[in-house]
Every structure is written in C-alpha cells, then in structure tokens.
C-alpha cells in the first residue's frame, strides 16, 4: 500500500512568488493534516480536514496560506505571496477514522526555501 | 504557556547500552501521549503511543512510561543498535492534532 506523498520535494522560490504544495493521502483516509516545521523549531499544527471539510485550521499562519481538498481526496497548499519566513518544511500527514488517538501517517515532507 | 520540552542537546551512546530520552510537558493535561522516530529527510513515523491510565508500554526493544504527576514521559531502546539513530519527537494529543516536541537526536556508535 502506498504511503503519504507530497509534490514537490523541494522548492525555492522568491519572495512574493506563489507555491502550491501537494499532498496524497493513504488511500481510504478521511483525516489529512497539514504541519510545518521552520528552522530550529518544533513541528507545528497548521489544519485538518475531514474528507473536503476543515475540521480545525486554527494553526494556518496568516490569510497568505491557502489550504484545498476539493473531493476529499488529495490536498493543496498554497502560499502567496510568499514570504521569507514561511521556509520550513511542510508535512502532510493522514488518518483513517474519527476516533483518537489515531495513527498519523505522515508524508516525506516539502522542502521550501524563499529567498 | 503550554510547552513541550525534550533535551536539545544529541544523545551519544555506545552500541548496545540503553538509550533514555526525556519529555517534559508544562500547562497540558493530556489524555494520550506518541513517540515519533524521525530519519532525515523523512517524515516523522510513529512508534508507541501511551494512555493516560498506562505507567508502562512496550514494544520489542523499546519502553515507554508516562507519569502524570510529573508531566513527564521517558523513551527507553534497550540494546541499542547503530541504525536506532534518528531523531525522537515526543507528541501529545490534543483534540485532533498533535503538539510536538522538538526531538532529541541520538546517535549509537559502534
């Protein structure tokens, strides 16, 4: 069975350039959470969806991030403008039920670098 | 403020020892707590997950306890192995999310 996957892995853009990251859920997985990890800090929360629904987006940073999963399939992210303080790396994680505490499985991770 | 704390500083030990990491959490009261396994450049994998209600948890070489009264789990491998190097991210639950530490990373030399 295929696991989480995010598209790209890396990205370097300039500031005030958009990105949009990608994320593939296990298949079957209702739960897809976003996080982000910035430099020399802890992975944060950024939102959940439940199917095409956001359950919880009280992490997303400011109104630049965008966060889509249109047919509660795969997921989007998208940053614009860009600024320099959204490099990090940004997981995507999925789970299968409702219920905690559930398995989070989580994808390799985007690398983005705004310079 | 609600904070998570792991020792920052890498753990080094020899192959074979026990490895004992550290998560002190501050201003939460939670009903699970997870231990991740961090390779680089990969995504966090989930190892042990432990209840409230549990002192103790085990799978093959690794032990888990979680104290609520000191708001405090230890991570224990036993029989430490050079590819058990990798970062540990301790995790509460809380509601739908998890709120993590920043990792310990260990490192088991030969």
């Known amino acids: 069975e295929a696991g989480v996957t995010q598209f790209p892995s890396h990205s370097v853009i300039e500031k005030g350039q958009t990105v949009t990251l990608r994320c593939d859920p296990i298949?079957?997985?209702?739960?897809l959470y976003w996080y982000r990890r910035v430099m020399g800090k802890e992975i944060k929360f950024l939102l959940h969806?439940?199917?095409?629904?956001?359950?919880?987006e009280s992490g997303m940073p400011n109104n630049r991030f965008l966060a889509e999963r249109t047919g509660g399939t795969y997921s989007t992210l998208k940053v614009q403008p860009a600024e320099l303080e959204d490099s990090g790396v940004y997981f995507c994680a999925s789970s299968q039920g409702l219920k905690p505490p559930e398995t989070q499985y989580f994808g390799p991770g985007t690398r983005l670098l705004v310079l | 403020s609600q904070k998570i704390e792991q020792n920052s500083e890498a753990l080094n030990i020899q192959e074979g020892k026990t490895a004992t990491l550290t998560c002190n959490y501050t201003n939460y009261s939670p009903a699970y707590l997870q231990w991740y396994r961090q390779d680089p450049g990969r995504g966090p994998v989930f190892l042990l997950l432990i209840r409230e209600n549990e002192k103790e948890k085990r799978k093959e070489r690794l032990k888990v306890t979680f104290d609520t009264t000191l708001k405090q789990s230890l991570f224990h491998i036993t029989a430490s192995q050079p590819a058990d190097s990798a970062t540990y991210l301790c995790?509460?639950?809380?509601?739908?999310?998890?709120?993590f530490g920043t990792g310990t990373r260990l490192q088991v030399f030969p």
């Open positions: 298949s079957g997985h209702d739960n």
């Open positions: 969806f439940v199917k095409e629904s956001k359950q919880d």
């Open positions: 995790a509460l639950i809380n509601t739908d999310k998890l709120i």
